[in-house]
């Protein structure tokens, strides 16, 4: 007699209320069920050697900015509603597109045979986290967002109750560039205006899993400073003896990650964070690093965070032995990988921690004219927060064969609600609360331009950051930039005087000059963008102004 039985699963959640009733719907998987599911059920996915989930997103490789759409709602019929920074970051549709989308998107998840649900949430603190709700159809978007959002305990999953926010997640299906307000098949749509209270971001067209972290993200963007806290795209540490945080802003390419993974500190969070009255906290229950040449060499923490539990997303791997190539950008140049907190041996958990002492501007700075280190005053660092600046190198794009000047205001543009100026003043307002220094890190490059200077050495960098945390620099010496007003630290134990002063670096010092003049241009042309949202004092502080 045969006895063996079917492993008893719990009954299928009901998303009925969202009017999805076919599929069978589980919620919550760990994430050993969803690497079987993935398997399983043809989601295209492998298992790299040291664990990890490999999967891949389809023709889309990386977020699609100018398809993010906001509903306009209907109390802003004469212009949007009061604040909100409408415009190519934030482009406003109708309640009935954004209905359409949603029908749509309901309509393919329906026809799905198996679904997914995460509830989990946004944020640590818990006077200010969020309940978020995933609806997704790939065993992977499920693992990524159960690794990027907080995991409840089992008592607050029975505790949930109804979601604050939902993603509706139909990305294998296009959006219908006919819809009025849709520019092509790809759309991922923001609805602040739930009839029921509850938020919604509608994905179609993409299958790229950074766009739901990245719709939480915006969420939290125009909440948290509605309630006088302050939103940030950074890194985020602690001193293990004290307790106070450091907050690191960059842009893609200037360290940002490599730079939190300090064996020194405690970890709070690789991209984004709150900063509160009471301290601040990580928003994620995860990090999200790009993966492109990693090894364990440079980037020890991350590369042994990348195991069972974490994502990797497009890259290759041997047939032979399933060993991740991180060289190969076969497939994307963006490739990632995204783990859990709990696998970072320092990481501080909760990711909470007190107010920060030091807030670090990156830039990577590919025409080599800002120094490796410098202070800011509150009126410079409202200058630089807004700016956001970084540089482009040659090679990493299409078409970019000399370096370009990049600007994303305060270091995240596509995911700002308000404008900038709100963003920067809330910044300037806690840095004179708690007294906190801010500098200007550059990791970029001197004794010249890109492909003429050298990259600063990483050990160099490194130990600037260091000497921040370690208070030696409140007291340094300085001297002013006569081209950016810059404070420019002039001395460092462990760093050579002469890489600090970028001007001698230069086997030319007039090229330097001109050189300087050309980026401080730059800076003064972006910053006018931003000019009728700031006072006068702030506008004297723009570089060359």
Known sequence: MNTRTE??????????????EGPIVERNLSPAALYERALIHGDGARIADSGALIAYSGDKTGRSPKDKRVVRGESAQEGGEPGIWWGPVNIPISQRTFDINRSR????????????VVDAFAGWDPNHRLKVRVICERPYHALFMWTM???????????FGEPDWVIMNAGRFPANPLTAGMTSTTSVDLDFHGGDGTGEVVILGTEYAGEMKKGIFTVMNKLMPERGHLSMHCSATADPRTGASSLLFGLSGTGKTTLSADPERRLVGDDEHVWTGEGIFNIEGGCYAKAIHLS???????????????????????????????????ITQNTR????????????????AGHPTDVIFLTADAFGVLPPVSRLTPEQAMVHFISGYTAKVAGTEQGVDKPEATFS????????????????????????????????????????????????????????????????????????????????????????????????????????????????????????????GVDDAVKAAVPGG
């Open 149 to 159: 959002l907080i995991r409840p305990t089992v008592e607050e999953v029975r505790g």
């Open 296 to 330: 364990k060499e440079n980037e020890p923490q991350i590369f042994e965070a990348l195991k069972f539990g974490a994502v990797l997303e497009n890259v290759r791997l041997d047939e032979a032995d399933h060993h991740v190539d991180f060289d190969d950008t076969s």
């Open 409 to 532: 205001p305060c270091f995240g543009g596509p995911f700002l609600v308000w404008h900038p100026a709100r963003y920067a003043e809330l910044l300037a307002e806690k840095i004179r609360e708690h007294d906190a220094k801010v500098w200007l890190v550059n990791t970029g490059w001197t004794g010249g331009a890109c492909g003429e200077g050298e990259r600063i050495a990483l050990k160099h960098t490194r130990g600037i950051i260091d000497a921040i945390h370690r208070g030696l620099l409140g007291e340094a010496a300085t001297e002013e930039d006569p081209v950016f007003g810059l404070h420019v630290v002039t001395e460092i134990p462990g760093v050579p005087s002469e890489v600090l002063s970028p001007r001698g670096t230069w086997k030319d010092p007039s090229a330097y000059d001109a050189a300087a003049s050309e980026l401080a241009g730059r800076f003064r042309e972006n910053f006018k963008k931003y000019e009728d």
């Open 337 to 352: 990988g995204a783990y859990p907190l709990e696998h970072v041996p320092n990481a501080e958990l909760p990711a909470v």
């Open 105 to 116: 998107a309901v309509d393919y998840l329906n026809t799905r045979a198996r679904l997914y």
């Open 7 to 20: 492993p008893q699963r719990p009954a299928s959640f009901d998303l009925s209320a969202y009017g999805i």
